[in-house]
């Protein structure tokens, strides 16, 4: 167990929803990173936050997008949703100030099925 | 653009044997490489990193060799058991970027 939880743990909707995924971080962290894997994309990087504010961004369509609240709790918000959106959603989590040599621990995942 | 491969996609060795999973990076900038195992249904999980002033790093059974001349990186498993079949990612990082480019992995399938 990494200490860095997600929810739901699977997810099924309907092409055109919205869905959010959330996300805690282990406990003292201050990064969160979202990752999409895909069969065909393998983990691909979505975006970074950092004590609230973003920091980092990756492959992150403009159809999603994510937040840090103050309590470091992250969501990530999927609208629009098309078919392949459906994937598997991991969020990691690094002890300190967000630099990629920081070791990422990731959550369980939430697997969306958009049908 | 930036990338990270495997050379092998899939591995499969006998139970006892030693395992070698390689990958291959192309930015000379990164300074920082990870390897995570995943298993079926469960989120990557962390086994060993190196810094590029490093050409190697041992853990537990578990030896990580970093060659920047050809900008290679191997992950070493000794005495192989049925646990440790998963997905291998190697991950390469640093400099000013702040993610983590991951490669597309290898499954590793020991067979007892």
């Known amino acids: 167990d990494s200490g860095v939880t997600q929810t739901p743990k699977h997810l099924i909707t309907a092409t055109g929803q919205r869905v959010t995924l959330r996300c805690s971080p282990r406990s003292g962290d201050l990064s969160v990173y979202w990752y999409q894997q895909s069969l065909d994309q393998g983990l691909q990087f979505l975006i970074q936050?950092?004590?609230?504010?973003?920091?980092a961004k990756g492959n992150i369509l403009e159809r999603f997008s994510a937040q840090q609240f103050p309590d470091l709790h992250s969501e990530l918000n999927l609208s629009s949703l098309e078919l392949g959106d459906s994937a598997l959603y991991f969020c990691a989590s690094s002890p300190t100030p967000g630099r990629s040599t920081d070791t990422q621990y990731f959550g369980p995942g939430t697997r969306l099925t958009v049908l | 653009g930036e990338s990270v491969g495997l050379h092998l996609p899939t591995l499969s060795v006998q139970e006892g044997d030693n395992s070698i999973i390689n990958c291959a990076y192309s930015?000379?900038?990164?300074?920082?490489f990870i390897w995570y195992k995943q298993e079926s249904g469960k989120g990557p999980q962390f086994i060993i990193d190196i810094r590029s002033n490093m050409d190697k790093r041992q853990g537990q059974r578990v030896t990580v060799l970093l060659n920047k001349t050809v900008k290679h990186l191997s992950l070493q498993i000794a005495a192989t058991q049925p646990g440790d079949s998963a997905v291998y990612f190697c991950a390469e990082g640093g400099g000013s970027n702040y993610k983590l480019t991951f490669g597309k992995g290898t499954l590793l399938t020991v067979n007892p």
């Open positions: 936050y950092y004590n609230g504010e973003e920091r």
């Open positions: 930015n000379s900038a990164s300074d920082y």
